[in-house]
């Protein structure tokens, strides 16, 4: 079994849960800053670069809180006996509450380490050529 790095014990089921989680919000906050990056192509590069520092920003926050609100909707209520709308409602409350929790306490603790490495990220991201998905790119157009 894998090792906390130094505190010599075995992963939990939850911290590999909670490790993916970040993992696959980030991965998706880097894919939405892409195509945000791609839908200002023609902008100027601040824009693009302000779209990136969004989504890399807004997205993992917002998909940690949901995944948390599931997870306690889950855990304490019977899923099966509440209709969709009250579901939603309760996973909007949880959410909410847990979005709340997380950006208080964690972010808080990660700025330091997360807002440089997100600064680069949201610059390297701007600064890709636009995708080729069958469109001419903004250089292609104004090479014309």
């Known amino acids: 079994m894998f090792q906390w790095t130094g505190l010599e014990r ?36 601040g824009a693009r670069f302000a779209a990136a520092l969004l989504m890399l920003a807004a997205v993992p926050p917002v998909v940690l809180s949901l995944v948390m609100a599931v997870r306690s909707l889950l855990r304490f209520h019977d899923f099966a006996e509440i209709p969709p709308h009250i579901a939603g409602v309760i996973v909007a409350i949880l959410g909410a509450g847990s979005l709340y929790g997380l950006l208080s306490t964690a972010m808080r603790a990660m700025a330091p380490f997360v807002l440089p490495l997100m600064l680069l990220f949201a610059w390297l991201i701007a600064l890709l050529p636009p995708c080729a998905g069958g469109r001419p790119s903004a250089k292609a157009h104004a090479e014309k």
């Open 10 to 45: 075995p992963l939990s089921g939850n911290a590999v849960l909670a490790a993916s989680v970040f993992a696959g919000s980030g991965t998706l906050a880097a894919l939405l800053a892409r195509m945000a990056v791609a839908l200002f192509a023609r902008r100027p590069p």
